[in-house]
């Protein structure tokens, strides 16, 4: 393993060091010990000699210069400190080459004292020869110290090269155990950086090239320790990335002749552009469209705004209403195309555009017509004769014709009754053909909303208060004195069908609130209502013609002021909605461009 072979690499470092160690604390131990032990006891060995010296110098001294009474205590007390400092040295000595000058020490030494013995005779005076002897023996006593004391000087002297050398020998020893060990440490270091850093370096550069996309490099495996098993992952980790890349390029290549035989199937044309607008791909009937006139200088006006506002906010572009046709010349007939720019973004490829899909609703279109004109032309075909009929009907009631029993003038008024409710229906189903042409035009005019919104309320409250309910007018301070261009019969036709409705569903004794608030480039109204609501999965159908959620109570109408509402506000560049909750109420708001 990897900690194995840093162990065993290290190991002669660590072995030169616990060496070096060891024999630094011997070395160490020695000069500490024998060594100066021996150099103390010479030390010690040459004071006391010096002592010694000193007390015979005295000894001497009072046997040559002070009177006999005098001297015999000096004497006495030297010979003791003498005797006692020669009984150490003998100690000390015993068994030592030192020993022998120690014995002749001794033995002058006796002879010193016992000359001093008998020149201090308590009975005379010593004879002459007696009297020089005493001294001459101090003198020989004094010259095997000196000789003793050369010899201590001399081992002395000894020991102190011996601790030189030993010094010098263990620098020596110091001194190649570093060099030995700095040695060895770069060639361990060079071996192991060689060991680790030739497998971590092939590593690398085997993640650099996969990085790059170069799948196929791969790492020698060396070892079976940890470097080995990084090698063996990372080949393994390669082999796995190479198996993705490859079942990644079949998907890709499966969907992208998928999305060329969808493309190619598509019958309506489908434009893909990048962020500079540049087509990037076309199916064939775009292909088709690509080459009329309108497209020889790109997409046309009406296509190319639209386009560019996605390209800039990336927000889808999906119109619903006819109204943003667009209708181009395809060779000798026109078509119809309502145009549905999508906004694309991919971070992986980091590529930034649109889909451009012109569906093609030329027979819708057709057909839409058909039934717009079919509509007008049977309301209005209808309503002649209809009018003759509520005109009948009005002078029967009017004439006041005598022999006319009350149920026939029942019958009579609800065929009047009948004549009318008929009458407005076709004239709304008019109206929303007329508005659907696109025939019926707008009378613009600068309107202030305040004064607007009073009329209305004027005029709503002869039918809403009558009926239990109360109106409830909210206009902000800041829409006091504005003013909106806009057609005000029309606007006026939205409100009183939006409150009408209201009032019609709203619970006796309930509040009707008539609003208008600032948007950002829109105007806010709102009618809202405290009445039973319309369920969630009805609220987008309430603006169909003809219909009535279900579940509510049948009033009368035709179902058809909603969707005339609708194409009012439309026209107008607007926009309406329906927000409700069951039990909480009903609101109806629209958008008008301020």
Sequence with gaps: MLRTRLYLGLLPLFLILVGTGVYAIHESRYLAGS???????????????????????LMN??????????????????????????????????GSPRATLVSALDDAFRKFSSDGEKYFNPGGVGSLAEFRAAPASGLAVIAAIDILTQRDAKAAQQIAARIEQQAANTERVLVLAIVGALVLSVFVSWRLAASLLGPIKAVTASAVAVGEGDLDREVPEQSRDELGQLAHAFNTMSAKLRAYREATVAKVLRTQRTMEATLT?????????????????????????????????GFPPVLAEPLAAVLDTGEHYLPTDYSRVVTLRVGREDRHYLPRILAIGDKLTEFKGAAVILQDVTKFRLLDDVKTNLVGTVSHELKTPLTSLRMAVYLL????????????????????????????????????????????????????IAALL???????RAFIEPAGHTLVLEVPPSLGSARLALDPERVRHVFMNLLTNASK????????????????????????????GIPSESVARVFDRFYRAPGQERRPG????????????????????????????????????G
């Design 35 to 57: 060594l100066q032990r021996d150099l103390v006891n010479n030390y010690h060995a040459i004071f006391a000699l010096q002592q010694m010296r000193d007390s015979a110098r």
């Design 61 to 94: 001294s009072a046997l040559t210069a002070l009177p006999r009474a005098d001297a015999r205590g000096l004497f006495e007390e030297q010979r003791s400190a003498f005797q006692r400092a020669l009984v150490d040295q003998s100690a000390s000595s015993a």
């Design 265 to 297: 199937s598509a019958p309506d044309p489908v434009f893909v552009v990048d962020r500079d607008g540049t087509h990037a791909v076309r199916n064939p009937a775009a292909e088709v469209l690509a080459a009329t006139p309108s497209f020889a200088a």
């Design 397 to 448: 009631l009017e004439q006041k014709l005598e022999g006319l029993t009350p149920t026939q003038r029942d019958l009579l008024e609800t065929a009047r009754d009948d004549a009318d409710r008929l009458l407005r229906i076709l004239e709304n189903l008019l109206d929303l053909a007329r508005l659907e042409a696109g025939a019926s035009s707008l009378d613009r005019r600068e309107v202030e």
């Design 454 to 460: 009073d009329d209305v309320a004027r005029e709503a």
């Design 505 to 532: 569903y709203s619970p006796a004794g309930g509040a009707i609130t008539l609003s208008a608030s600032a948007e950002p480039g829109f105007v806010r109204f709102a009618v809202r209502d405290q009445g039973h």
């Design 558 to 593: 035709a179902g058809l002021g909603l969707a005339i509402a609708r194409e009012i506000v439309v026209a107008h560049g607007g926009s309406i909605a329906c927000a409700s909750e069951i039990g909480r109420g009903t609101e109806f708001h629209f958008l008008l461009p």
